[in-house]
């Protein structure tokens, strides 16, 4: 298994902590590998309303097989740089879940 230059970090509550870079508007939603060290996800969604950001948080839970109730949003609600944490999973668990899509992207 090759070592993945995403920083995954976790925060004083063991919540694993993603950087994220998305770009919205995009023709189809997913994976689209590595933005430096943050995951690049692809969203559907327009930037208006809170709906790429809820797109992103569904889109990650997704990823990672769990409830969207587990996955937040804690910084970069208005820029394409976010940081979402996960709850319930340690930082090798959600490393793990995300090499898999990024190996396929």
């Known amino acids: 298994m090759r070592v993945m230059p995403l920083r995954i ?3 004083s509550a063991g919540r694993a902590l993603i950087p994220l870079h998305v770009r919205p ?3 189809r939603a997913g994976v689209a590998g590595l933005h430096g060290e943050s995951l690049k996800l692809l969203l559907k969604n327009p930037p208006l309303d809170g709906r790429a950001n809820a797109e992103a948080v569904g889109l990650l839970a997704k990823l990672l097989g769990v409830t969207k109730n587990r996955v937040e949003l804690v910084r970069g609600f208005r820029g394409r740089e976010k940081l979402a944490a996960v709850t319930g ?3 090798d668990e959600v490393r793990a879940r995300l090499t898999k899509h990024l190996e396929s992207a």
């Open 9 to 11: 970090g976790e925060d």
């Open 25 to 27: 508007r995009a023709r």
């Open 89 to 91: 999973l340690t930082v």
